[in-house]
């Protein structure tokens, strides 16, 4: 992998990990097209920058992550919300760690589950338009356990864990300002679980963690960083105003590009 290559990706996971359009499809796209999709390191890289985007949800979110004087409950209780939700996704993915390993190798699984949740997102704002005549509100642990399960089904490959958390969210009757920025939050200590397993593993199976990866490591972390700062505070913008309609959309194409490609026979491969 090149510099140049890795700022590609890293822009890549800085765009779409928080918007609920897959950062796998695009990743499987962007590492396909340049010929590096079947890299151990890849693989490792593309999930290892992840870092990068959470560090972006804690700056933004600075408040909410540190504690507050005079009051420690409210920072303790959030953090509690966070481990409450993260719990689900730990205990399924480890119990069914095998499978899921099966459907990451399914390119054709991304495409289908790309379009699918494309198709329900051009009705959401109509199923859960309610949400919207309530006001910020604190999500309750029994919410919060609620969210984690919806997270487990974006370990298909192609739901994206925006979107699963996002919809589980809105289940709860937040409103999609709170539905979201919930999702953000779920995702520091999702994403830093799957980060370190996935560079423990790439080690363990013999990687090696020399100057030249520490160097696409730390570009890619950076750029990921900046990139998703911005990412995240356009879609909060985007998504009060619009809505999840033109993700729906965006959603179905891409994932009608992917099948398209992977059923002529295009060198596709899941990162």
Do not use: C
Request: aromatic fraction near 14%.
């Amino acid at each position: 992998m090149s510099i140049i290559q890795a700022i590609i990706l890293a822009i890549i996971e800085g765009i779409t990990e928080f918007l609920p359009i897959s950062s796998t499809g695009h990743m499987i796209i962007g590492s396909s097209l340049m010929g590096i999709a079947s890299d151990p390191f890849t693989k490792m890289f593309t999930v290892a920058i992840q870092f990068g985007a959470i560090l972006s949800v804690i700056v933004l979110y600075w408040r909410k992550f540190l504690p507050k004087s005079g009051n420690m409950q409210e920072t303790f209780n959030f953090y509690l919300k966070l481990i409450v939700a993260f719990i689900p996704a730990a205990v399924i993915g480890f119990l069914l760690n095998d499978t899921i390993d099966l459907l990451l190798e399914r390119v054709d699984v991304v495409g289908y589950a790309l379009i699918a949740g494309g198709i329900f997102f051009l009705y959401v704002d109509k199923i859960f338009h309610k949400n919207e005549t309530y006001s910020d509100q604190n999500i309750s642990y029994p919410s919060a356990l609620k969210v984690g399960f919806f997270q487990t089904i974006a370990m298909v490959p192609g739901v994206s864990r925006s979107a699963a958390t996002i919809i589980g969210g809105l289940s709860q009757k937040l409103n999609k300002k709170t539905a979201a920025e919930f999702s953000f939050f779920l995702a520091v200590p999702t994403m830093f679980a799957a980060t370190l397993y996935k560079m423990y593993k790439f080690y363990d199976e013999g990687g090696s963690f020399g100057q030249n990866e520490v160097t696409l490591l730390i570009i890619g972390n950076i750029v990921a960083f900046i990139v998703a700062i911005l990412a995240i505070k356009s879609f909060i913008s985007f998504l009060t105003k619009n809505g999840f309609k033109v993700f729906g959309y965006y959603r179905i194409v891409v994932g009608i590009i992917i099948l398209v490609l992977y059923y002529m026979g295009v060198g596709l491969s899941v990162v």
